[in-house]
């Protein structure tokens, strides 16, 4: 029987529906909330996630400020700018688009965001306070994936989880909320000998790497939850010669919905439900901002 669909646009328009209305209980009680969203130069990709993200914002009660910055801004420029959104008591959140300019260092620009103003749980404090179990903001895809997976219904305690791809905002973050949960942990990435070997063995199945294709049916055990983070885009060539443009995962889907229990697609997966997250941590950065401690 195909793998049960884990639905991320049902999962995001539930969540969006939640933090509309407390978005709305905040307003009142304490003011706007006010997300800005750096965008440095004006790469299309960066500007169309920016413009998604405004449209959610709005619709959702969140102001929406998008500063643009020349593509040659210099690194300290850029860090001034921070300063200013990180000091200016009507801006609550603040997020970079990416991908930066080659010039700018990503990570210096990331750890420079307040942490309680830090929607998208990217700065070292937050990504830090994770191991302890008290985040102040976490990382929104890592959030999302543990959404789905918790839609999917499979128990995680006492569960094996392999998660497939170790970077510092996803991967490892991912692992750590898998671990809280007391889940058996397996970490694969680069090094890792006999892949298939390892993932075989999941009862969950994460994927965060950006190989299309990577994980095929003979890298699943039969019923497990497959969560692909993987967007990749890729060129499809139909029968008749024609090439169209597609948005595909790390995992071949309709090879692997066979044997999966349940899987999320790509789109409609992990996407939706980490821009959910994004606006589900900006009213949690406002909160926070309230009572902070440090
Ligand atoms: P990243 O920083 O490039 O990290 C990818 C990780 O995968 C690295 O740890 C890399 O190891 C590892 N890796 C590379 N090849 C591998 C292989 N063959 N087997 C196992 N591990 C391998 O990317 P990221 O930011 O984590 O993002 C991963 C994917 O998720 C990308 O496709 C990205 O577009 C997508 N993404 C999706 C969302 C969403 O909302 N759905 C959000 C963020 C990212 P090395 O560094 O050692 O090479």
């Known amino acids: 029987m195909p793998a049960t669909i884990v639905d991320g ?13 407390q978005i709305a209980r905040f307003t009142i009680e304490h003011g706007p909330i006010r997300l800005c969203a750096v965008l440095v ?13 405004r449209h959610r914002c709005l619709q959702a009660g969140v102001q929406h400020q998008l500063v643009e910055l020349p593509p040659d801004i210099s690194e300290a420029a850029l860090l001034a700018e921070i300063d200013r959104l990180n000091h200016d008591p009507e801006v609550t959140g603040v997020m970079i688009q990416l ?3 080659p010039h700018v260092d990503e990570a210096v620009v990331q750890y420079r965001i307040d942490p309680y103003k830090d929607v998208e749980g990217v700065n070292p404090a937050n990504i830090g306070m994770l191991f302890y179990g008290v985040p102040i903001i976490a990382p929104c895809t890592a959030l999302a994936a543990n959404e789905l997976i918790r839609r999917s219904g499979i128990e995680v305690r006492g569960a094996h989880a392999v998660v497939v791809g170790q970077s510092r905002i996803v991967g490892r973050p991912i692992a750590m909320f898998l671990t809280m949960q007391m889940a058996t942990v397996t970490a694969c990435h680069i090094a890792t000998r006999d892949l298939a070997a390892h993932t075989r063995t999941a009862d969950i199945l994460v994927v965060a790497v950006g190989k299309p294709g990577l994980i095929g049916a003979g890298h699943v055990k039969p019923g497990a939850v497959v969560i692909d983070v993987g967007i990749n885009r890729v060129t499809v060539r139909s029968p008749d010669g024609a090439e169209t443009r597609r948005t595909v995962g790390d995992v071949d889907f309709d090879a692997v919905r066979e044997v999966a229990g349940a899987i999320t697609p790509v789109p409609g997966g992990v996407g939706p439900v980490t821009v959910a997250m994004l606006l589900r941590n900006t009213v949690e950065a406002a909160r926070k901002q309230l009572h902070r401690r440090v």
Do not use: K, T
């Open 99 to 101: 991908p930066l300019p």
């Open 41 to 53: 130069g004006n790469d299309p990709a960066a500007r169309l996630y920016a413009d998604s993200q």
């Open 9 to 21: 646009n049902a999962a995001a328009a539930d969540i969006r529906n939640e933090v509309s209305a």
